[in-house]
């Protein structure tokens, strides 16, 4: 731990969540190719998501709360277990609930989105990330 950490921050860190990169998921196929589900945690528990057809290290120039297209939650956190909900567009709400281990985290998605009713594994790639704005009021 460290001296003047937040205690969320303090939470997630023991929960095995990683600030230094971004959380991406096996690869999708679609018409054009393929895309990846991204995440990227916050010490204060936000949050962030959005699909894209960007690699780690192309979407970390901008992959931020502040960018317009991205989708936000605030994670809860006991022992190593996380969940969180994120609005998945046209009143759709999409729920995440799973565990860390090592450098992935496993998730079951439940709600009205496209990976309804699928485990989903993020693995984490460390990439230098934008510094951002505070978070959303």
């Keep these: ?11 997630l860190r023991d929960a095995g969540v990683r600030f230094d990169g971004v959380y991406q998921s096996a690869p999708h196929a679609f018409a054009q190719g393929q895309y990846w589900d991204y995440l990227r945690f916050y010490p204060d528990g936000e949050v962030i998501s959005i699909g894209s057809t960007e690699s780690p290290q192309q979407l970390a120039t901008w992959f931020a709360r502040s960018a317009v297209t991205v989708r936000h939650g605030r994670v809860r956190v006991q022992g190593h277990h996380l969940s969180f909900r994120q609005d998945a567009g046209d009143d759709d709400t999409m729920a ?3 565990e860390v281990t090592g450098d992935r985290i496993r998730f079951s998605v439940t709600g009205d989105g496209e990976s309804a ?4 594994v993020y693995r984490l790639v460390r990439v230098k990330l934008p510094t951002d704005a505070p978070p959303r009021p």
């Design 96 to 98: 995440f609930s799973g």
């Design 1 to 11: 731990r460290h001296a003047g950490e937040a205690p969320q921050t303090v939470v």
């Design 117 to 120: 009713g699928t485990a989903v």
